[in-house]
């Protein structure tokens, strides 16, 4: 009696042939994962959670201090701790995604090894259990906002807050696109481990985090805002801050380049998964 299989696991396919319907299939298992993650993370630490809050205040005051303070870098006349925490809250959010994902088949070998299930389930459980941390500090970044106000601090919200989701979307995607890549390289080449996490400190300077995009001009804001992350934070700023003014041209740029970059790496995650047990 011939039997009807439900799924045929096979190394052979077309290099287009993402499967992304199985990625689907497995949303409980994607659910398991980011509760996983979250309690392998904070076990046996001290403050836990905390570190969500901890983290980019330190950051902020000391961005505050150094660059606002010492540098007397311009914030475009919104109050500097702001104006710094409103850039780390974002960069935070795409810089853990892509070191979190860059690392996807290296650290997960011991499961991928012994149990099939689409990889793509992994680096994205991995993106959802960072947009927890986003939230939490997103949430202290509104209260020291409204703080603000009230003090009378001259800042201008407005309705381009609306594009928030698409905002945090498009982030995820973009660090989970540079991560995937990353992850699918160092299969073969294990100093790209050590490259990201440096190269992510360099990036940020790259990134109008630390200084506003009025500042530049000239070739050196084109080729800034060529940087995909630059119109995120910049238009993030702009509306809750005001300050500034919205580069549309240049986030639809960006959006296409987390296209390109996220296709790309989708296409070169799944051609590396087939074999990457006898490499890794």
Not at 100 to 106: A, G, L, R, V
Not at 134 to 140: E, G, P, R, S
Request: a positive charge; hydrophobic letters at 50%; aromatic letters at 16%.
């Amino acid at each position: 009696m011939s039997r009807k299989w439900q799924k045929v696991i096979t190394a052979k396919r077309g290099l287009f042939e993402l499967n992304l319907k199985d990625v689907f299939k497995y949303e409980d298992l994607i659910k398991m994962f980011v509760k996983r993650n979250f309690i392998s993370h904070y076990k046996q630490t001290v403050l836990g959670p905390l570190w969500y809050v901890i983290s980019p205040l330190i950051t902020s005051v000391l961005f505050t201090v150094v660059f606002g303070k010492i540098a007397n870098i311009s914030t475009d006349g919104v109050p500097q701790f702001l104006f710094y925490m409103a850039g780390n809250t974002v960069w935070n959010y795409f810089a853990t995604c892509l070191t979190s994902t860059s690392n996807t088949f290296t650290s997960n070998a011991h499961l991928f090894g012994k149990v099939y299930f689409p990889r793509l389930t992994m680096p994205i459980a991995t993106v959802i259990y960072s947009a927890i941390s986003f939230v939490i500090q997103f949430v202290i970044f509104i209260g020291f906002l409204i703080y603000f106000v009230m003090s009378g601090a001259v800042l201008s919200p407005n309705l381009f807050i609306l594009l928030t989701p698409i905002l945090l979307i498009h982030m995820a995607a973009l660090g989970m696109g540079f991560g995937i890549i990353v992850s699918s390289l160092t299969t073969k080449y294990r100093d790209l481990s050590v490259l990201v996490s440096f190269g992510i400190q360099l990036f940020m300077y790259i990134t109008p985090i630390v200084y506003p995009v009025s500042a530049l001009s000239g070739k050196w804001k084109t080729l800034i805002m060529l940087n995909p992350m630059a119109p995120i934070v910049n238009n993030f700023r702009y509306a809750f801050l005001g300050c500034g003014k919205p580069e549309w041209g240049y986030w639809l740029l960006s959006a296409v380049i987390t296209f390109l970059v996220l296709l790309f790496g989708i296409v070169l995650f799944n051609r590396v998964e087939k074999d990457f047990m006898d490499t890794v």
